[in-house]
């Protein structure tokens, strides 16, 4: 049975930080692309970061680029991601997702991602 089980969201204050993690199981996580994704109510989901199975490349939304780092321990299969200098436009709900392939160029697109988590929330005060 496929699981991605996020943690370590909550609230903190404008500057703070949080570091996320998802542990998965039942699929091979080290062959897969993982993502970060994040939602606020009556929005889109949309992409936040990637990083290739290997770890070897990673990729950012244009407006987290510089405060947020994705990375993964396939030892433990998870992937983390540590949110700095947070922002109320930060507040919304994160999800972790495993991608379908091995690689894509497509990373940034939830069609790519065939897993994904309940999700963990991330409130930013200001």
């Known amino acids: 049975q496929v699981q991605l089980v996020e943690t370590g969201g909550g609230l903190v204050q404008t500057g703070g930080s949080l570091r996320l993690a998802c542990v998965a199981s039942?699929?091979?996580?080290?062959?897969?692309?993982m993502g970060w994704f994040r939602q606020i109510p009556g929005k889109e989901r949309e992409f936040v970061a990637a990083?290739?199975?290997?770890?070897?490349?990673?990729f950012y939304r244009d407006s987290v680029k510089g405060r947020c780092t994705i990375s993964r321990d396939n030892a433990k299969n998870t992937v983390y991601l540590r949110m700095d200098s947070l922002k109320p436009e930060d507040t919304a709900v994160y999800y972790c997702?495993?991608?379908?392939?091995?690689?894509?160029?497509?990373?940034?697109?939830?069609?790519?991602?065939?897993?994904w988590g309940q999700g963990t929330q991330v409130t930013v005060s200001s």
């Open positions: 990083i290739h199975w290997d770890g070897g490349f990673t």
């Open positions: 039942g699929f091979n996580f080290s062959r897969r692309i």
């Open positions: 997702a495993a991608s379908r392939s091995l690689s894509s160029s497509d990373y940034y697109k939830e069609a790519e991602y065939a897993h």
